[in-house]
């Protein structure tokens, strides 16, 4: 009798391993994850078991039973990190497209209302201005030259542009005024000095000055700014994952596929944990992010409102301080020839001008309301854009995990938790580095920030700085693209070759504090039990008590 019970037991025990976590009475077969595992593209394993197997060589997936060999393991892991770096190109590529259109858009909104100035300038300084505008076009391509240079990021210092310009067409007049008398080059030397030096050029120019200033630094900011945020989104979504995370989002996505739960999504919490762990560098750059894209709309809706109406005016308040300056003819004579000397008999304001003055009349285009509906909706359009991307690096994780997690009624009930089809039950940690201390899905060395990541947090300071001065007219001195701190495009001064305006001195931070270990919580993840099945060893005890008989 003892010899049948002994061989019941021995059977019962020999057995017994090859239960399902069900407590199935059959070992659970692999073939879900055979057929998986190809159509993934991958070459089947020799190895790979038809029946699960114990998991204690497994790596990353938990060691209970499973279907899948170290190999499998390996490759669903490469598997991974190839799909994951797909999906966060994907995620850029919306943001940098619009971007870039946003850029594209303005710039050809600017070059468009430049053209067109110029053409309105042509086309009425030539019946108005008659020999003095023809024998002097190159002066005013010259000013339109500038500008367009100046916004588009080239090394223009903006003011002593309109200074010149100011300064030679005063000298034009001057001397078409004075054609009658023989001009030598010291005295010609002498004019030019002295219009620098008194400022002759009369109120018109003056205010004009300042309204092209204030619309062209803010203007040309704008558009540096769209090109900064693309390039950083550029820069920053380059850097690769570590392989810890790595790790983490391949046992979060394949693992119940060896686990036999080919159906199982990971709960929402868990997936946000996973996500925020692989990107919390990234989101340290939300501060510095939404204060960057706060300053562009402030810029776009205080400073650009009017840029159509400022481009388009150009000619008219050319023309009209040139009659001002005919009008204080007298007066810029008399000044010149007490400082440079007399130029004879002649020299009468009226001379050289003919019947100009009658000519005088206010130049409009035409078309500048279907231009300022453009430029406003175009700059709205950008403003809202900016907004939506205010928050982008601290809602990547939201938006990695929005179509891969269990979704519907009694859904966190029966999710992939990393360990088993149960609850998640650990809390989903906040945003940046140092909140990853307890993150309980992802190992963060909190004291060692990616560098790669983190150097991009000073250029967007120093934009915003920069944006904020232009809110005021403040031209920052921004230097050719090959100064620039930040990479292609964003012509921003990098040391001492700004010759103008304070530098700006990066802020002392504090060092990153030292904390202690985490708290070992790797396991704590779902209310179901994650032991293995105990039946063998109870038949073993009950086996041995039998033989002691």
Known sequence: MDFFILAALVLCSL????????????????????????????????????????????????????????????????????????????????????????????????????????????????????????????????????????????????????????TKLLEKIFYQANKQNSIGEDYQECVSKKIETLRLFGEAPHKMTIQVT?????????????????????????????????????????????????????????????????????????????????????????????????ILSLPNQISEAMFSMIDNLATINSKLFQGCGSLGEGGAPSSGFGDIASRRRVIVDDRLGGSANKMSESVSNINMKLREMRSYWISLPKVLCSD???????????????????????EVIGDGLASQINNPEVEVDIT???????????????????????LNGKDMDFQDTSDDVSGSGSGMCADDTCSRGPRLIAPVTERAMVYPDPPKNKEVRSSASQ???????????????????
């Open 531 to 549: 032991s293995l099945p105990s039946i063998s060893i109870f038949l073993l005890s009950l086996l041995i008590l039998l033989l002691q008989r």
């Open 448 to 470: 060692k920030p990616d560098m790669k990541i983190r150097q991009q947090i000073m250029p967007l300071k120093i934009m915003t700085h920069r944006l904020k001065n232009a």
């Open 214 to 310: 204030r619309t062209f630094v803010a203007a040309r900011a704008f558009l540096q700014g769209l090109t900064m945020t693309r390039e950083v989104v550029g820069k920053v979504l380059q850097v690769p994952l570590s392989q810890k995370c790595i790790g983490a989002i391949m046992r979060m996505t394949y693992c119940q596929h060896c686990r036999g739960m080919p159906t199982a999504k990971p709960c929402v919490n868990y997936c946000s944990n996973v996500m925020k762990g692989c990107l919390a560098n990234q989101a340290d750059l939300h501060t510095e992010w939404s204060h960057l894209a706060d300053t562009m709309i402030e810029v776009g809706e205080r400073r650009l409102d009017d840029v159509d109406s400022v």
């Open 15 to 166: 057995t017994a391993p090859a239960l399902g976590d069900k407590g199935s009475s059959k070992a659970r077969g692999c073939s879900d994850i055979h057929r998986f595992y190809s159509g993934k593209g991958l070459k089947q394993d020799a190895a790979a078991p038809e029946f699960e197997i114990s998991g204690e060589h497994l790596q990353i997936c938990p060691q209970g039973y499973t279907c899948c060999t170290s190999k499998m393991e390996d490759n669903l892991a490469m598997i991974s990190r190839t799909e994951i770096e797909g999906l966060l190109k994907e995620t850029r590529r919306p943001l940098q497209s619009s971007l870039s259109y946003s850029q594209n858009t303005f710039n050809g909104y600017m070059d468009n209302l430049m053209n067109r100035s110029m053409t309105t300038l042509h086309d009425h300084f030539t019946s108005t201005w008659d020999l003095l505008y023809s024998r002097n076009s190159q002066l005013f391509r010259d000013l339109y030259k500038d500008l367009r240079d100046y916004y588009q990021g080239g090394n223009v210092n903006l003011e002593e542009a309109l200074n010149e310009f100011w």
């Open 404 to 426: 891969r997690v269990a979704s519907g009624t009694g859904a966190e009930d029966k999710c992939w938790n990393g360990m088993n089809r149960a609850r998640y039950l650990p």
